[in-house]
């Protein structure tokens, strides 16, 4: 651990490197890790620092009043010197480099991944604009360091709107753009989806990309159960009330997994037929309308059985 530090109200910043002081490996803009922090739980971050930095890997953590042991351990238990684990870095939320204009989008603690967008961008050349949504400007985080970035130009920082306002804002920054521009938002899920609701009318769903913090809450979707034939030829029942990833452990048959929420996408597995029910926030929506690929930790099935491929 080379820093841990206070980061605006609620935010603590963590600077880490490797014990054995060798490189990470490059990762791009956008990406998260997993983070095993002191009482075992893991959690994804997404990773803020500049990607070419390869030296040490920078992420925030927001204290979460609901925290399950993740957040608060890591504020609480985490100092200077300690040691974690981290996986390698994965990305679900990448730049589209073949766009002619960027809009980065983010409230809150969602500003994380938009800040690594930011470096990367502004070390290209590329044109991008960064909408930064915060309640109250002198407690937010990483304000001092957007207004001395290279970029501060690109930066403009929306203090304390009330939610009317926000999408008035949202509709000047959104409405007039075009289909070779492309938009990033992370943030409060309501957030996202007035940035994504507002895009669409004038851009592709292609255009709009948005990144998830918290899981889908799914425990009120009806679920029926189904089965899984597996490129191995073996057919398991899934109950309604276990997941695809569970049934397999079971049967001594383990699918890589992280966050068991549908997030990271740790759990992705090619479909080869069948007709999944998605009920992640790791594919994007190109990817569950093709349905060749499905989160085993949380989806479902609208067919009788799906046939996955082991990887």
Sequence with gaps: MVEVRDEG??????RVQRTDRRAFEEFTAGAHVDVTGPTGVTRQYSLCGPPKDRTRMTFAVKREASSRGGSVALHDRVVAGDELTLSAPRNLFPLQLRAAHHVLVGAGIGITPLLSMA??????????????????ASTAAFLPQLRAAPFAAAVTVHDGLARAAQGEVLEGVLGRLGEDEHVYTCGP???MDRVVEIGARTLPADNLHREHFTARDVSGLASDAFEVELDTGEVFEVPADRS???????????VDTSCREGICGTCVLPVLSGVPDHRDHCLTAREKAANDQMATCVSRSRSARLVLELE
């Design 9 to 14: 109200q609620g935010v603590k910043l963590f």
């Design 189 to 191: 899920g309501g957030f």
């Design 244 to 254: 695809i990833v569970e049934v397999l452990a079971a049967h001594g048959i383990d």
């Design 119 to 136: 470096h990367e961008l502004h070390r290209l050349g590329r044109a991008f604009a960064l909408h930064y949504f915060v309640r109250d």
